[in-house]
């Protein structure tokens, strides 16, 4: 099997958010999201002895989950195999060269029956962003660069708990809209969250001012001010046990849902189906 493709540099990456750790992070999403895990988890309804959370934020993660290992979000995640029973992937899947790899290693660092849940950004984070952004890199300079990461589509996200190995994948998607007083003030949010860009092939040159300039003229506003989504993807896995509910066999059921639902059914020349308990002989009327 060939290696992933590089998306992103991750030297700079670490370094984008030591940035943002020293001159003051914005992590109110990371906050939110902490928050939205930890009702997920009462609704459960498990007591969870042994718990990691992988993370490029370590230190709001621990204060969120103050008896769990916390470990970085490296390639080779240092979680030993079947170890936990509760994996949380918090925050840092979208800047993931190998989401799928990321995925397999929690799920061999479950014990049967753990579960695994990930907080992460989606493929519409950053919408009006990314359209502004590019329509005003062609005006100003006649071509395109990489600026805003690709994000996995809510639609592909369970797909990839089903390729990872988990049991019972759930993919939901919680999208959040933030307003700010220019485009200067979004970016600036965004550098604070480790988020600027980090990708391998971005063009390393400082960008024109004009960029800027016109990219706050033609960015849509509300109120005068810029709305930016952030669209917050959580999934949600079991690691494989023999004690988990499983779908029943096709053909095993034993009544039939046209009865259930007191209708007739119909097959697809929109003829009613008779059951060979609906016939009647002649010789008894």
């Excluded at 769990?68 to 509760?86: C, G, K, N, R």
């Amino acid at each position: 099997m060939s290696n992933p493709p590089i998306l992103f540099n991750r030297s700079a990456l670490k370094a984008r958010r030591a940035r943002a750790i020293c001159q003051g992070p914005a992590l109110f999403l990371h906050q939110e999201a902490a928050i939205e895990i930890s009702e997920r988890l009462k609704d459960i309804n498990r007591a969870f002895t042994k718990v990691a959370v992988v993370t490029g934020f370590p230190d709001l993660w621990q204060a969120e989950f103050s008896k769990a290992t916390v470990v970085p979000d490296d390639d080779i995640l240092a979680l030993e195999t079947q170890s936990f029973d509760l994996v949380i992937h918090a925050m840092c899947l979208h800047q993931s060269n190998d989401p799928v790899g990321q995925l397999v290693q929690c799920q061999r660092a479950l014990r049967p029956d753990g579960v695994f849940i990930a907080a992460l950004f989606g493929g519409q984070t950053l919408t009006e962003l990314r359209a502004a952004i590019s329509q005003a890199e062609v005006e100003v300079t006649g071509g395109l660069s990489p600026r805003i990461s690709p994000m996995v589509d809510i639609r592909d996200a369970g797909a990839l708990l089903q390729r990872s190995g988990f049991a019972l994948p759930v993919a939901d998607a919680d999208p959040r809209q933030v307003s700010y007083a220019s485009t200067a003030a979004l970016m600036h949010d965004l550098r604070a969250m480790g988020e600027a860009n980090a990708l391998a092939d971005r063009d390393k040159r400082i960008p024109p001012r004009a960029l800027f300039t016109k990219l706050e003229a033609i960015y849509p506003k509300t109120a005068e001010r810029v709305v930016a989504t952030f669209e917050m993807l959580y999934l949600t896995g079991w690691a494989p046990d023999a004690s988990q509910q499983k779908p029943l066999r096709p053909g095993s059921a034993k009544a039939r849902l046209a009865d259930a639902l007191k209708t007739v059914e119909m097959n697809e020349d929109a003829v009613p189906v008779i059951s060979g308990a609906d016939l009647t002989d002649e010789s008894d009327t």
